[in-house]
T-cell receptor, first 116, second 111 residues
Framework: DTEVTQTPKHLVMGMTNKKSLKCEQHMGHRAMYWYKQKAKKPPELMFVYSYEKLSINESVPSRFSPECPNSSLLNLHLHALQPEDSALYLC???????????????FGPGTRLTVL | GENVEQHPSTLSVQEGDSAVIKCTYSDSASNYFPWYKQELGKRPQLIIDIRSNVGEKKDQRIAVTLNKTAKHFSLHITETQPEDSAVYFCAAYTGFQKLVFGTGTRLLVSP
């Protein structure tokens, strides 16, 4: 399996809802990432997990809560989002992460989130 | 800071022509430069990458060049085809271990 999968494909939620995005990879990668992509913009890094530990948080608001329960799974828990949080949320993975690593990041298809 | 500039923002070519997209990065510690192609509604897909110890890399119709002194790198697509139409993003892996993307180039190849 050489793919990163994400569920759901689409999500519509109200500002008071709690929802979760899920990402999975079975390539044996030990680094996983969350990116946010607004329309006609590049992906922007949100979080980096390395060996299931949070390594980078790009000052993301606490209404986004990441979780890495094991080396294959990455979740993003959403609570009390704002309409401006509507975007495509992309998950990615790479073999490892760190200063000596230049490993390719492979992206999932994304979850298109709409906050009403 | 970490910044990647990308030009042009839009590029229209005729089928069979060449296309060139240029990027400049700011962090001199950057050591890895991938290029991603993103079709509408799809995931970014890696098309080619280059590491800082190499000046040029080619894969069929696609080539990338890197000038570390000037801190810029370029994507060259030859014999363009309509299916090359997409948004192309350059990126630089910075000294802070983050992948920073350029602003994107919308390539339109007309038959």
């Amino acid at each position: 399996d050489t793919e990163v999968t994400q569920t759901p494909k689409h999500l519509v939620m109200g500002m008071t809802n709690k929802k979760s995005l899920k990402c999975e990879q079975h390539m044996g990668h030990r680094a996983m990432y969350w990116y946010k992509q607004k329309a006609k913009k590049p992906p922007e890094l949100m979080f980096v997990y390395s060996y299931e530990k949070l390594s980078i948080n790009e000052s993301v608001p606490s209404r986004f809560s990441p979780e890495c329960p094991n080396s294959s799974l990455l979740n993003l828990h959403l609570h009390a989002l704002q309409p401006e949080d509507s975007a495509l949320y992309l998950c990615a993975s790479s073999q490892v992460w760190g200063p000596a690593s230049t490993d390719t990041q492979y992206f999932g298809p994304g979850t298109r989130l709409t906050v009403l | 800071g970490e910044n990647v500039e990308q030009h042009p923002s839009t590029l229209s070519v005729q089928e069979g022509d060449s296309a060139v997209i240029k990027c400049t990065y700011s962090d001199s510690a950057s050591n890895y430069f991938p290029w991603y192609k993103q079709e509408l509604g799809k995931r970014p897909q890696l098309i080619i990458d280059i590491r800082s110890n190499v000046g040029e890399k080619k894969d069929q119709r696609i080539a990338v060049t890197l000038n570390k002194t000037a801190k810029h790198f370029s994507l060259h697509i030859t014999e363009t085809q309509p299916e090359d139409s997409a948004v192309y993003f350059c990126a630089a892996y910075t000294g802070f271990q983050k992948l920073v993307f350029g602003t994107g180039t919308r390539l339109l190849v007309s038959p």
